[in-house]
């Protein structure tokens, strides 16, 4: 199991993760069991329209109907804790893949293995990669199951699309905890710094259309990769998936490189 480095990853989450699925899955019953009380009052987005146009900037996606099965999950669900769930597995995967076997004083046995820095930080990533998107998989087979019984009818396409770009959302700032965790081995840094790149990065999309020096900066920011094209209702933005891919390929690219050029200490 040491010498396979992604199987013994997946292993020590053999807990934790059907952990996670199952509070996505309550998370979602929560918002669902909400619906029929909410579901074609327009009082909801009279509501929206009396808050402050910089509060619905950053939690309301711009023309999102809350009096719709569609607009009720962009608001409640995916403009804000979906996210927060993602993020929190993927930063706290990352940071752990180096940075927390050191704190543990575990990495030391895991590389006197036949096994190379290379390829423990890639699978160290591909288990993040197989939990990050379980939980995209179980949270939009959730809104899909548990909604039909709700009399929430939501496109199931455009759903896995959403998902799609939920998980790749996660693996950005995933892949940045990976790449701190590699070059400094602390778990401070590696969970602090993305965190707050999180924060930065979902108010400058938030803000953006309505602060003018804010909108040059609007789509390099992660959160607009995610959201900015309206998944739910507009199905997978390629050049989205691929700016975030190709930015998740260039982190995991500098984690191998971090951790191959560090020494280890006991």
């Given amino acids: 199991m040491l010498a ?11 807990r934790s993760l059907p952990a996670w699925i199952i509070a996505v899955a309550l998370l979602v019953a929560t918002y669902v069991a909400l619906w029929p009380s909410i579901k074609g009052q327009p009082s909801m987005n009279e509501f929206l329209a009396q ?6 900037s950053l939690f ?9 099965p569609v607009g009720y999950i962009q608001i409640e669900l995916m403009s804000f804790m979906a996210p927060i769930v993602v993020l929190i597995y993927t930063i706290g995967a990352g940071s752990g893949a180096v940075a927390g076997e050191e704190d543990r004083h575990t990495m030391e046995m895991l590389l006197a293995n036949p096994v190379g820095r290379t390829a423990v930080v890639l699978e160290k990533f591909a288990a993040m990669v197989v939990g990050s998107a379980l939980i995209a998989v179980f949270t939009g087979a959730s809104l899909v199951l548990e909604g039909a019984l709700a009399d929430m009818s939501l496109p199931a396409g455009n759903v896995a699309a ?11 700032f995933g892949s940045l905890a990976l790449a701190l965790s590699a070059w400094t081995g602390r778990t401070g840094i590696s969970k602090g710094v993305p965190a707050a790149a999180a ?3 979902y108010i400058v999309n938030g803000l953006a259309p309505l602060v003018d020096w804010l909108k040059p900066s609007q789509k390099i920011s992660p959160f607009y990769q995610y959201i900015g094209h309206d998944p739910l209702r507009a199905g997978l933005s390629w050049g989205s998936i691929g700016i975030a891919a190709a930015t998740v390929a260039v982190l995991v690219g500098a984690a191998v490189v971090g951790f191959r050029r560090r020494d280890v200490g006991a």
Avoid: W, Y
Wanted: glycine letters at 8%; one cysteine or more; a neutral charge.
């Fill in 51 to 56: 808050m402050p146009e910089a509060f619905r």
């Fill in 162 to 172: 959403a998902m799609v770009h939920l998980c790749l959302l996660g693996l950005v």
């Fill in 199 to 201: 924060i930065v990065g």
């Fill in 4 to 14: 396979n480095v992604f199987l013994k990853t997946l292993h020590d989450q053999r």
């Fill in 60 to 68: 309301a996606t711009s023309g999102a109907d809350m009096s719709t």
